[in-house]
């Protein structure tokens, strides 16, 4: 099993900045899986937003994001991040964190990941 924890979502202006991490546990975790970050809006369907592979090397971005966005991780901590700066309000929603061992690469860039969190708010008011 897979445990997925987000934390560090809240409320911000517009132009501001969050840091939100996930922590990742469970006995068949491992450092080698590909994390990303996703998110849903209200009343939206879920899209990707980043996602990085196991060693940190590659990443990738939903082009909205670019430029704005940063997803990293700590291996030794189980442990991926995301900045997030520039907030606008369309960047509004809950923001989950997924794993899932048989994607890597491009493969990433998806919505059908097999473990995820259970979501931390992000709100940006304008």
């Known amino acids: 099993q897979v445990q997925l924890v987000e934390s560090g979502g809240g409320l911000v202006q517009a132009g501001g900045s969050l840091r939100l991490s996930c922590a990742a546990s469970g006995r068949t975790f491992s450092t080698n899986y590909g994390m990303a970050w996703l998110r849903q809006a209200p009343g939206k369907e879920r899209e990707f937003v980043a996602a990085i592979n196991w060693s940190g090397g590659n990443s990738y971005y939903q082009d909205s994001v670019k430029g704005r966005f940063t997803i990293s991780r700590d291996n030794a901590k189980k442990s991926v991040y995301l900045q997030m700066n520039s907030l606008k309000p369309e960047d509004t929603g809950v923001y989950f964190c997924?794993?899932?061992?048989?994607?890597?690469?491009?493969?990433?860039?998806?919505?059908?990941?097999?473990?995820w969190g259970q979501g931390t708010q992000v709100t940006v008011s304008s």
């Open positions: 997924a794993t899932d061992p048989e994607l890597d690469g491009l493969g990433l860039v998806s919505i059908e990941y097999k473990y």
